[in-house]
Nanobody, 114 residues
């Protein structure tokens, strides 16, 4: 059974930082590309960051220079370091894994507010 379990969300003030984690099980983690997506209320889900099995990364323009995606294949975990957070970063953040099939986590809420 495939599981992607996100953690690390919460409430943070503008300008603050959070680190999201996504622990994967039931997949050959090192073969999978991994990604973070987000969905704000009333908006479509959007890609935030991707990291391939080889470690190549890609970011949405809105988060470039502020967010960093990384992976630890020994821990079957992908991370999203989020710095200089803005209120518009408020959303549910989802972990995604893709190789032969695509899988999604249940999401973790990130709220950026005073």
């Amino acid at each position: 059974q495939v599981q992607l379990v996100e953690s690390g969300g919460g409430l943070v003030q503008p300008g603050g930082s959070l680190r999201l984690s996504c622990a994967a099980s039931g997949i050959i983690f090192s073969n999978n590309g991994m990604g973070w997506y987000r969905q704000a209320p009333g908006k479509q889900r959007e890609m935030v960051a991707h990291i391939t099995s080889g470690g190549n990364t890609n970011y949405a323009d809105s988060v470039k220079g502020r967010f960093t995606i990384s992976r630890d294949n020994a821990k079957n975990t992908v991370y999203l370091q989020m710095n200089s957070l803005k209120p518009e970063d408020t959303a549910v953040y989802y972990c995604n894994a893709w190789w032969i099939y695509e899988y999604w986590g249940q999401g973790t809420q990130v709220t950026v507010s005073l």
